[in-house]
Antibody
């Protein structure tokens, strides 16, 4: 079935780096734009980044621009989020999500992973 | 950037009540609006896209309306399983901003 599985979360010190992965299955990964969305403990959803299906375009929320990098490997059906210079305010559950439409870029988010927790703390 | 404002932030209603949640965009977003339901401890679920199109498998008691800057999510007859936080999200262009959420509880 259609599935997204995140991994790579954990506890990291402020200023350090972490890379999240999102493994996709059950659909043609290379046909869909992919997003990262995060949710701080007890807070609402915050959109983080998007990457076009072919990796040609990437966009970020202002809160992570210059620190986070979204990428994908369509041969491995995997989405990534490289997070550098981490701050306490980056502490959140990070979800990867797939666009609704084939070739979708900015789009409703139809399929979500279960999330991976990132805690930034000394 | 366009801001998305939901109201109310929370509501308490009785089973069977008609419940409405509003979402206002600070600029015209046409019908590029989605609604999500997030039950406690669960992953967000797409309910409605294109402002008024019900996602497959979503009960017909949910409906969406609006265009431009003002949107509404309506639950026609509230059930206990509808206890959740509901989010709107605009997707006309980046950033795909979410509203702050509306928590729905049973009275």
């Amino acid at each position: 079935q259609v599935q997204l599985v995140e991994s790579g979360g954990g506890v990291v010190q402020p200023g350090r780096s972490l890379r999240l992965s999102c493994a996709a299955s059950g659909f043609t990964f290379s046909n869909y734009g992919m997003h990262w969305v995060r949710q701080a403990p007890g807070k609402g959803l915050e959109w983080v980044a998007v990457i076009w299906n072919d990796g040609s375009n990437k966009y970020y929320a202002d809160s992570v621009k210059g620190r986070f990098t979204i990428s994908r490997d369509n041969s491995k059906n995997t989405l990534y989020l490289e997070m550098n210079s981490l701050r306490a305010e980056d502490t959140a559950v990070y979800y990867c999500a797939r666009t609704f439409y084939v070739w979708g870029t900015t789009d409703a988010l139809e399929i979500w992973g279960q999330g991976t927790m990132v805690t930034v703390s000394s | 950037d366009i801001q998305m404002t939901q109201s109310p932030s929370s509501l308490s209603a009785s089973v069977g009540d008609r419940v409405s949640i509003t979402c206002r965009a600070s600029q015209d977003i046409s019908t590029y609006l989605a609604w999500y339901q997030q039950k406690p401890g669960k992953v967000p679920k797409l309910l409605i896209y294109a402002a008024s199109t019900l996602q497959s498998g979503v009960p017909s008691r949910f409906s969406g309306s609006g265009s431009g800057t003002d949107f509404t999510l309506t639950i026609s007859s509230l059930l206990p399983e509808d206890v959740a936080t509901y989010y709107c999200q605009k997707y006309n262009r980046v950033p795909q901003t979410f509203g702050q959420g509306t928590k729905v509880e049973i009275k």
